[in-house]
């Protein structure tokens, strides 16, 4: 039987895996590797967070985000669309090599309202997407009718104006 790791130890188990995946990690596979519940996981990505560990739940699994000089330049865009139009818009946007980071409304009660999407590929589209389905979850954006906004990473400016002018010409975005 593997022994179970106390707090701080686990942490710095759990942070080293993240650091070094290169992928997404679910809280399922870091229990089983750290032999305790999700909950404990879940507690203990908490815990990280809250000391700046710079961690992101994407719907793939847990992800230690690493600054990349390769990817420099950050742009918020506001875009409409229904549901319908998800998969066309992350798709369109990752064909470029964006980085699509979250979504963003202002809900009427609570405010700004952010989730972390961090979708870099058609693959990660889909999963992002079949989690979605699977779990019969709402998208944000339909708690506004469709208006949301987009913080989108890529390598450069250029590349951030390409992406703005093709959501555009697409019908995506808010003019």
């Known amino acids: 039987m593997?022994?179970?790791?106390?707090?701080?130890?686990?942490?710095?188990?759990?942070?080293?895996?993240?650091?070094?995946?290169?992928?997404?990690?679910?809280?399922?596979?870091?229990?089983?590797?750290?032999?305790?519940?999700?909950?404990?996981?879940?507690?203990?990505?908490?815990?990280?967070?809250?000391?700046?560990?710079?961690?992101?739940?994407t719907a793939q699994g847990y992800m230690y985000f690493h600054t990349s000089a390769t990817q420099s330049s950050e742009r918020i865009v506001a875009c409409l669309?229904?549901?319908?139009?998800?998969?066309?818009?992350?798709?369109?946007?990752?064909?470029?090599?964006?980085?699509?980071?979250?979504?963003?409304?202002e809900h009427p009660v609570y405010g700004d309202l952010t989730a972390s999407i961090r979708v870099s590929s058609r693959k990660e589209v889909k999963q992002f997407l079949d989690k979605i389905a699977a779990t019969n979850a709402a998208f944000l954006s339909e708690l506004t009718d469709g208006i949301h906004l987009h913080t989108l990473i890529a390598p450069s400016e250029e590349l951030?104006?390409?992406?703005?002018?093709?959501?555009?010409?697409?019908?995506?975005?808010?003019?």
């Open 2 to 57: 593997k022994k179970k790791l106390l707090g701080d130890d686990r942490r710095a188990q759990l942070l080293h895996i993240l650091k070094t995946s290169g992928k997404p990690v679910t809280g399922t596979e870091l229990a089983r590797i750290a032999n305790v519940s999700r909950q404990v996981i879940v507690g203990d990505i908490t815990l990280l967070k809250a000391k700046h560990e710079p961690i992101v739940a």
């Open 81 to 105: 669309h229904g549901p319908e139009r998800t998969e066309e818009e992350l798709n369109l946007l990752v064909d470029l090599g964006i980085t699509v980071k979250d979504v963003t409304i």
């Open 160 to 175: 951030l104006d390409e992406a703005e002018d093709a959501l555009s010409k697409a019908g995506l975005l808010v003019l």
